[in-house]
C-alpha cells in the first residue's frame, strides 16, 4: 500500500496542513488514508496523556479505528529539536521501530501519510536523521515549500538532499500570510529548478477547503509510475 513521506523547508512551513489536505482528498476519492507522525516535539498533558497538536489534527483527519499512540508513537513534551528533546529524557529515538510502526498502518489502510518534523535532515538521534529513515523504509517524498523570504534557497536544498536519498515525487507551494511580493515570480522560479511538478498551490485557510488545491489524481499516478 502507498506511504508517502511529506518534508518541508523548515519548520512552520505548513506540512501538517498540507498532509491533513492530503488525507481530505484522498478520502473523497474513497481512498482508506491514514496520518503518521513518528515523532512530535512541543505535547502538552491532557485527559487522554501526552500529546501534540499536529498529530492530533492528522489523527481527526485518518479513517477510523486507530488511537492516538498509532499515529504518534514518541511524544517529547519540550517545543526543540526532537533528538536534544529525547535526550534530555534519558531515550534514544529509533527509525526502525518507527518505520515499523508505519508498516503496521500499512495493513490496515490503503495510505500511509507520514509527516516528518522540521526539514528533511532534522536529527533523530546522534547517528541518524529523517532522511535516514526515509532511505531506509523506501519511502517517495513530498516537499512542502513554506511560501516567504527565503524559500527559494531553502526549497532548493531540500530537492538535492532528497534526491540523493529518496525518490521526490512533487512539491506543493503554501501561501503563507501575510502573502509574499511576488509571490507568482517566485513559484514560477521554483518550477523552473524543482525537477519535479507542482501539485498544488495552497491558499485555502482550511485543510478541508485545500483538499481541493492538490492534484491527488496527478499524484497517485507519478506514485505508480514510481520504482
Avoid at 498540507?18 to 482528498?25: D, E, F, W
Avoid at 529539536?81 to 529524557?89: G, K
Avoid at 538521534?125 to 529513515?133: G, P, S, V
Amino acid at each position: 500500500m502507498p506511504t508517502l513521506f511529506v518534508t518541508g523547508t523548515d519548520t512552520d512551513c505548513g506540512k501538517t496542513h498540507v498532509s491533513v489536505a492530503l488525507l481530505h482528498a484522498l478520502a473523497a476519492r474513497g481512498k482508506s488514508a491514514v496520518g503518521y507522525k513518528p515523532v512530535a516535539a512541543g505535547c502538552e498533558h491532557g485527559p487522554a496523556g501526552l500529546s501534540n497538536a499536529d498529530a492530533r489534527t492528522l489523527w481527526a483527519a485518518s479513517a477510523p479505528g486507530f488511537d492516538y499512540a498509532d499515529i504518534n508513537p514518541v511524544t517529547l513534551e519540550p517545543p526543540i529539536a526532537p533528538h536534544v528533546a529525547a535526550d534530555d529524557l534519558g531515550l534514544t529515538i529509533d527509525p526502525a521501530a518507527l518505520i515499523e510502526g508505519a508498516v503496521a498502518l500499512q495493513s490496515r489502510s490503503e495510505w500511509v501519510v507520514v509527516e516528518g518534523a522540521g526539514g528533511f535532515r532534522v536529527p533523530l538521534n546522534a547517528q541518524q536523521d529523517f532522511a535516514d529513515m526515509v532511505e531506509a523504509a523506501a519511502w517517495p517524498v513530498l516537499l512542502v515549500v513554506g511560501m516567504r523570504l527565503g524559500c527559494i534557497n531553502h526549497a532548493l536544498l531540500s530537492v538535492e538532499a532528497i534526491q540523493r536519498r529518496a525518490p521526490l515525487l512533487g512539491w506543493v507551494a503554501n501561501v503563507l500570510p501575510p502573502e509574499q511580493p511576488r509571490l507568482g515570480e517566485n513559484i514560477a522560479a521554483l518550477q523552473d529548478r524543482i525537477p519535479a511538478p507542482c501539485l498544488g498551490i495552497v491558499r485555502a485557510a482550511t485543510p478541508q477547503q485545500a483538499a481541493d488545491e492538490i492534484d491527488v489524481e496527478q499524484l497517485e499516478y507519478i506514485l505508480r509510475k514510481t520504482p
